[in-house]
């Protein structure tokens, strides 16, 4: 049995993910919200649904090959699918967060990461693209891991880049977003500064004015 015409239950069909990170991995841990939270995060990628509007919003594929891969996926493939890319993003936290507070990474995170990497490149063939050969996904885009595999491969790039010097967490300790500091001076503190960088400042009025 698919997944549905739509994909997913009405409560999520149309979700939009809010993309301050700057890579699409960085999006993809950020879709646990409130991951320090005392009294718990919240999970914002709950069905396969999700996590291929997630991958169109980032930009990995397009609404044609989402439609495609939402209509033709069976149930049981689907939640297996969202499985692993739970276990991806956590991995990646893992990595990413333990760099940020001048940890090293758990073994098994960094393991798990190129188990997947390697699994997403296993799919791929070296493919003429006009004059020159990449690397493409031999089968149909219709495939379900297709996500999956895209943020694996998004994952080993990001780490292995220079751009992990501009690696960021959001100043707001129960938020910690990841995002990648951009801005002229690298002085970025707030993931969203209408958000927790509004929240953090009333907090610290309300610090400064208590009786």
């Known amino acids: 049995m698919a997944i549905g015409a739509n994909g997913a239950s009405p409560r999520t069909e149309n979700r939009t993910f809010e993309l301050i990170g700057g890579h699409p991995v960085l999006d993809l841990v950020n879709t646990l919200d409130w991951r320090f939270r005392d009294e718990g995060p919240e999970e914002l990628m709950t069905d396969y649904g999700d996590l291929v509007r997630f991958a169109e919003q980032a930009g990995l594929f397009s609404h044609a090959v989402a439609r495609r891969l939402i209509r033709n996926t069976r149930e049981s493939k689907a939640a297996h699918v969202v499985a692993v ?57 219709s495939l379900p891991e297709l996500p999956l595999w895209l943020l694996s491969l998004g994952a080993a790039e990001l780490m292995t880049s220079d751009e992990m010097d501009l690696l960021r967490a959001c100043g707001d300790p129960e938020c910690r977003w990841l995002f990648l500091d951009t801005s002229k001076n690298h002085t970025r503190r707030w993931c969203d500064m209408k958000i927790c960088g509004n929240r953090m400042k009333a907090r610290r009025f309300k610090a400064q004015h208590r009786t």
């Open 85 to 141: 890319a739970h276990e991806l993003r956590e991995a990646a936290a893992q990595v990413l967060y333990a760099g940020l507070d001048g940890e090293d990474p758990p073994a098994s995170a960094t393991r798990r990461l190129e188990t997947y990497f390697l699994e997403a490149r296993k799919a791929q063939r070296l493919q003429r693209a006009g004059v020159r050969l990449a690397w493409q996904f031999a089968q149909s885009t």
